[in-house]
């Protein structure tokens, strides 16, 4: 109940987040029962059958990676001080974003399954002169264990991965308050000036380990995402010589490709979870480049705030470029000829693009909420508007310089191993 009155209080942004999770969540569940149904009608083609299952990982990937990016952002399950003493800490929150996760997607599985009903005839008779009759087995019994098993899916590992992100941690990077000489407190939870964490006096500092601010921590993780793309790109690289010397044989996956191509398909999610890991450190890299060679006020400020965001932009910038790269790898000319897509490949593409894309913007628009109070500091301190604007010009082009480049390498790098 408590989920339920939080969805429907929320404001239109947050309404508006929780809805792109239902479309997410229906897509991916009505691909899920196309799959099913392709099964039923094609029996003797187990293979092919497996093969379009496993094509719908990577929209169910991008689903619940939208959900956990709403369920982060949602600020009406956000844990409050106050709320503790009611009974709803961090714990009692954590339980009501995995409900509020788990009702979003379940409506979105309800839609899923009421279009494939209707697709196939069940409800008013086949639509569109019954153009979807094959490829959903229509006419035929479907089993009520395996379409509710797979409407499961979404909201049972939306919801679990979202309670996963969200559980309550133990802070360990945060030191521990010390008595001072004297047994008393060193008030470094509140200072008299209301900055949190600040000591009283510099004689009573914490003598824990000092711990740079996030903005001067640079992101870890680029070498491992370096390493992680080579790989990526060496496993597309060898697949793509192995399936150019080897007939296709066996099921067709979603696009065209063959079955034996399945591990350019594994190629491309290395080389997806390399861009994401590796988004952080290029996002942080390109700060320092802006403010590099005797900066002005608007390069130090932009690549600052790169630097500072860095952590929360840079890995959806890494998705959507990966995503990018892998589309134009599925659409590139094939045997000098385009390869031709039906409804259920252009609706995973545009679920997989769509989530990434959303991620991006929701990322996009708490980073901005989080520097409100910078500024409007700025802003009393007398920076003109426009000077902020140009600032934020200044980041989208910098961001632009860096990553385009790089998608369109990667991009041609893997759809080489494609093109014959």
Same mark, same amino acid.
């Given at each position: ?267 491309? =999610? ?76 252009? =609706? ?12 991006? =913007? ?31 010009? =200044? ?26």
């Amino acid at each position: 109940m408590l989920a339920l009155r939080l969805i429907r209080v929320a404001r239109p942004a947050v309404q508006l987040r929780r809805l792109t999770v239902v479309a997410a969540s229906a897509g991916t569940g009505f691909l899920l029962l196309c799959s099913l149904g392709h099964a039923l009608g094609h029996p003797e083609h187990s293979a092919a059958a497996v093969l379009r299952l496993s094509w719908c990982v990577m929209p169910l990937a991008a689903t619940v990676y939208l959900a956990v990016a709403v369920a982060r952002t949602d600020p009406g399950t956000r844990p409050r001080p106050g709320l503790s003493a009611l009974g709803l800490g961090p714990g009692r929150m954590m339980a009501v974003s995995a409900a509020t996760t788990a009702l979003s997607c379940g409506l979105g599985s309800l839609l899923a399954l009421l279009l494939f009903l209707h697709l196939r005839g069940d409800r008013t008779g086949l639509p569109f002169d019954g153009a979807a009759a094959g490829a959903l087995a229509a006419g035929q019994r479907l089993p009520v264990a395996g379409v509710l098993t797979l409407l499961a899916v979404v909201p049972v590992l939306a919801s679990g991965v979202v309670a996963l992100v969200l559980r309550p941690r133990e802070d360990g990077a945060r030191p521990q308050r010390r008595p001072a000489e004297g047994g008393a407190d060193d008030g470094s939870a509140q200072s008299p000036g209301g900055r949190a964490g600040a000591p009283k006096e510099a004689g009573h500092d914490d003598p824990g380990p000092h711990r740079p601010p996030a903005s001067r921590r640079p992101p870890t993780g680029l070498p491992w995402g370096v390493a992680v793309l080579a790989a990526g790109l060496a496993v597309q690289s060898y697949a793509g010589r192995s399936t150019a010397s080897a007939p296709a044989s066996g099921g067709v996956l979603p696009g065209g490709l063959a079955a034996s191509s399945f591990p350019v398909l594994v190629g491309w =999610l290395l080389t997806a979870l390399g861009l994401a890991l590796a988004g952080p450190g290029l996002t942080h890299l390109c700060g320092l480049l802006l403010q590099s060679a005797r900066p002005g006020a608007l390069r130090l400020l932009a690549g600052r705030v790169l630097m500072a965001e860095a952590g929360r932009i840079g890995r959806p910038l890494g998705v959507v470029c990966a995503v990018a790269s892998g589309t134009y790898a599925v659409v590139a000319p094939y045997d000098g000829t385009a390869r031709v897509f039906g409804p259920l490949t252009a =609706l995973g593409t545009l679920l997989v693009a769509g989530c990434a894309v959303a991620v991006l =913007l929701t990322a996009t628009v708490e980073a901005r909420q989080e520097r409100a109070v910078t500024i409007a500091a700025l802003r009393r301190l007398g920076a003109p508007a426009m000077a902020l604007r140009t600032a934020a010009l =200044l980041r989208t082009v910098a961001l632009l310089a860096l990553f385009a480049p790089l998608t369109l390498l990667i991009a041609d790098l893997a759809a080489r191993p494609l093109v014959r």
